[in-house]
Nanobody, 128 residues
Framework: QVQLVESGGGLVQAGGSLRLSCVAS????????MGWFRQAPGKEREFVAA????????LYPDSVKGRFTISRDNEKNTAYLQMNRLNPGDTAVYFC?????????????????????WGKGTLVTVSS
């Protein structure tokens, strides 16, 4: 069992930056690929970023590529999402998730959200 707790959300002006953190419980964090997802009010959940176990492979959708960076620190059981050049369209609840299978992570990039564990989310609000 893995529990995930996100933090770092808040209110930021357009053009600003935030860094989200996701702390995982348990001793097997390095066995899981990690992903970030978001859901805006009235919209479907969408994939934002993913990183493999070692941190040397990442995935991003075009909507955030070049602005967002996912990373992880396996010694701290923590995944991060650095978000730069934020715009009001980035306003959403951001969730982190974990999966043992990279195939599961890849499937999530096209809407098949079968990740093994999910956090409860942290709200990011970008004002114009």
């Amino acid at each position: 069992q893995v529990q995930l707790v996100e933090s770092g959300g808040g209110l930021v002006q357009a053009g600003g930056s935030l860094r989200l953190s996701c702390v995982a419980s348990g001793r097997s964090f390095s066995s899981y690929a990690m992903g970030w997802f978001r859901q805006a009010p009235g919209k479907e959940r969408e994939f934002v970023a993913a990183i493999n176990w070692s941190g040397d492979s990442t995935l991003y959708p075009d909507s955030v590529k070049g602005r967002f960076t996912i990373s992880r620190d396996n010694e701290k059981n923590t995944a991060y999402l650095q978000m730069n050049r934020l715009n009001p369209g980035d306003t959403a609840v951001y969730f982190c998730a974990a999966a043992r299978s990279w195939r599961t992570v890849v499937a999530s990039t096209s809407g098949d959200y079968g990740m093994d564990y999910w956090g409860k989310g942290t709200l990011v609000t970008v004002s114009s």
